[in-house]
């Protein structure tokens, strides 16, 4: 069954840890994003790739990297986790479709807590 | 640039009633628009979608949203609210050209008994 998934589902990590959220989609989408989640709030964009050694920063300035070496996994990886990094995290995928904008399918996310 | 206002962080309607969720967007180019719904300690699944055509669009569970670009407006309605659908409700826009999707802020629904 094609999907989208995210390890871990939660994680509760010390100040100064270093941390990599994963996600793997298997729908062979080349397009793929990592979202920021806080309760009330807009979904902030922190990184989007449109295929394979392709990444560009979202709108939300962010302490973290991402890397797409192979098109079905798009890890976000914080060097240095500080509690104000405690959030949802939502990786996404969608196809690249020439002229047309479609949905953008999501995973279960990742609930990171930094004490 | 493209945004997405949603009028009402919390909806509550009781079983039965009409579902009305308010969305906005400002675009300065032809939208795609997609509501999403989120139920608790899960990620985001699409309601429906609108990109080009028809402006009135049926999605899953029975809801449907109209497009009307003279108000820049893409609400949510359901005729019937039932209890399942209790969730958070977010509208997005996009446009051919942009690398992502916007959010709007959600609209938590409560649907009382």
């Known amino acids: 069954e094609a999907d989208i998934y995210q390890t871990p589902r939660y994680l509760v990590i010390g100040t100064g840890k270093k941390i990599t959220l994963e996600c793997s989609q298997t729908m062979g989408h080349d397009k793929m994003y990592w979202y920021q989640q806080d309760p009330g709030m807009e979904l902030h964009l922190i990184h989007y790739?449109?295929?394979?050694?392709?990444?560009e920063k979202g709108d939300l300035s962010s302490e973290s990297t991402v890397s797409r070496i192979r098109t079905e996994h798009f890890p976000l990886t914080l060097e240095s986790a500080r509690p104000s990094h405690t959030s949802q995290y939502l990786c996404?995928?969608?196809?690249?479709?020439?002229?047309?904008?479609?949905?953008?399918?999501f995973g279960q996310g990742t609930r990171l807590t930094v004490v | 640039a493209q945004s997405v206002t949603q009028l009402g962080s919390h909806v509550s309607v009781s079983e039965g009633a009409l579902v009305l969720l308010r969305c906005n967007y400002s675009?300065?180019?032809?939208?795609?628009l997609f509501w999403y719904v989120q139920y608790p300690n899960q990620g985001l699944q699409l309601l429906l979608k609108?990109?080009?055509?028809?402006?009135l669009v049926k999605g899953i569970n029975g809801f449907e949203a109209e497009f009307k670009k003279s108000e820049t407006s893409f609400h949510l309605t359901k005729p019937s609210a039932h209890m399942s659908d209790a969730a958070e409700y977010f509208c997005?826009?996009?446009?051919f050209g942009y690398g992502d999707m916007r959010f709007g802020a959600g609209t938590r629904l409560t649907v009382k008994p």
């Open positions: 675009s300065s180019v032809p939208p795609y």
């Open positions: 996404a995928s969608s196809e690249n479709r020439i002229r047309v904008v479609t949905e953008a399918f």
């Open positions: 790739s449109y295929g394979v050694n392709s990444t």
């Open positions: 609108y990109t080009t055509g028809a402006t």
């Open positions: 997005a826009v996009s446009h």
